[in-house]
Every structure is written in structure tokens, then in C-alpha cells.
């Protein structure tokens, strides 16, 4: 049982070092780190030597340390699971406004159409291709991920964007750590945002909860 414990403490420290590195882009000292955690030096060393051992930390000799490329990788495999639960809400979204719903996460600076769900009634509709990337401040969804790291909680709208006579309507997904995403439709012609807005609030909400 005292194992156990002692197994437990040490992943406990290794994580809370790893999301403290997350949180500075320019890196973390082992001093800082250590006070952080309010362990010695050499407690630090041993954690960062085993998670730069799988890749989650890049430390040189007398640097601070950063984030690994092992880091990408997860994420990469996480936007599957991100996908399957935004499936139902996006499908509910898009047969309910009759627009095109998608999921937008922030990759690499730029936003990234991780999930496209389009309606099955209407005779038209915008096609929008999943991986498709734009600038995050192009069209709806991305300037919802904007304003989500504004703190603001409301949707976004914007005309025109990444395709000539599109409409978009989005709202950041809020709430989850390391995840910047926003939930939203297009459609051709204007969106009442009085109606659409808080419908897709709604969803952005929900996908929120259900992954928490």
C-alpha cells in the first residue's frame, strides 16, 4: 500500500509538471519548478528525465524546460475522441438550423475544420470540407476561438469569411483545459442570429460538458 502511495505521488508531480511547462511557452527553470511543486532540484531532474524519456519534455543542459513533440502526438489522437462526441450535438445543430455545423479547434495558429456535419433536407447547402484550415480570424468559427481566450462567452458572426456568400454563426467551447475550439454552422444567405446564436451556444455548452 505504501508503494502504491509513493507510485501515486511521483505520476501526481509528473503531471502537475507537465501542465505547469504547458502554461509558459518560453519555458520553465527546474528552480521554478521545484518551488512550484515544493520539491528539491533533484526531484524535479528524476521527473523530467523520465517524461522527456516518452517525449513530453525537451530539457538541455542548463535550459528550462519545454514542452516534448510526444506532447503533438497525443493531442493528434485525441481529436478523434473530441470528433465522436461532437458527432450527435453537430448532427442535431445541422438538422435543426438546416446549415452546415462544424467544430473548429485551433492547430498550429491557424483553425481547423475537425468535424463537418451537413443537413440531410435542404436542396442547398455550403460544403464545407473537414480539414479544411483558415486564419483564426477569417470567418465565425475561428473568431470564436478568439474570443474564447477573451473570456467572452456569447457567439460570433461574421459574413463572407473563407467562402464568398456564406453566413457563419459560432461559439466558443469553453471550460477545458488545453483545448481551444468553438462550435458553429454556415449557411448561404444570412443567419437570424436572434434564433441561431443561442442554439448554437447550446451545443458549444454541451460539447463542453460532455467531455469534461
Do not use: C, K, N
Not at 445541422?94 to 455545423?101: I, K, Q, R, V, Y
Amino acid at each position: 500500500m505504501e508503494r502504491a502511495t509513493e507510485t501515486a505521488q511521483t505520476l501526481d508531480r509528473g503531471l502537475r509538471l507537465l501542465a505547469l511547462v504547458a502554461e509558459h511557452p518560453g519555458g520553465v527553470s527546474i528552480s521554478a519548478a521545484a518551488q512550484h511543486l515544493s520539491v528539491g532540484r533533484t526531484v524535479v531532474y528524476r521527473l523530467a528525465a523520465t517524461l522527456a524519456a516518452h517525449g513530453l519534455l525537451h530539457h538541455d543542459p542548463g535550459g528550462p524546460l519545454r514542452l516534448g513533440i510526444g506532447v503533438l502526438a497525443l493531442a493528434r489522437r485525441a481529436q478523434p475522441l473530441l470528433a465522436e462526441a461532437a458527432s450527435p450535438i453537430l448532427r442535431a445543430l445541422a438538422e435543426d438550423l438546416g446549415a452546415t455545423a462544424h467544430l473548429t479547434v485551433e492547430d498550429g495558429g491557424e483553425a481547423l475544420a475537425l468535424l463537418v456535419v451537413e443537413p440531410s433536407w435542404t436542396a442547398l447547402h455550403v460544403a464545407y470540407r473537414t480539414g479544411s484550415r483558415h486564419p483564426l480570424s477569417a470567418a465565425a468559427g475561428g473568431q470564436a476561438i478568439l474570443a474564447g481566450r477573451r473570456g467572452e462567452r456569447g457567439w460570433t458572426s461574421s459574413a463572407g469569411g473563407f467562402q464568398s456568400g456564406a453566413y457563419g454563426v459560432a461559439a466558443p467551447v469553453l471550460g477545458i483545459d488545453g483545448l481551444e475550439a468553438s462550435v458553429g454552422v454556415v449557411a448561404l444567405g444570412t443567419l437570424d442570429d436572434t434564433t441561431t446564436g443561442p442554439r448554437v451556444l447550446a451545443a458549444a455548452t454541451a460539447l463542453s460538458t460532455s467531455i469534461r
